[in-house]
């Protein structure tokens, strides 16, 4: 199915292209159709808020690490997972 094309909607586009361009300086790795962002590990330790892990069917990064803010989903895939603190 195509999309009608107008000036308007590629304008909007480009713009958003050239925001995801200074996003993604800053740890933004993408949104997904949902509106959920995959972002850095370390993005996502800077948002604030408690983090859930969840262990996800794939052999380089087998776990997905969440926060939820302001109604949006930040994500970020992981090799390791939550790092737990171990008291001695």
Known sequence: MAVAMNTYLL?????????????????VLG?????????SESLLEAIPGEAEEEKI???????KISKYYDGV?????SEEGLR???SP
């Open 11 to 27: 304008d909007e586009i480009t713009e958003a292209a050239k925001k995801f361009q200074e996003l993604h300086k800053a740890g």
């Open 31 to 39: 949104f997904d159709y949902d509106g959920n962002v995959h972002v």
């Open 57 to 63: 069917n794939c052999e380089i990064y087998p776990y």
């Open 73 to 77: 989903i930040f994500y970020a895939l």
């Open 84 to 86: 737990k603190d171990v």
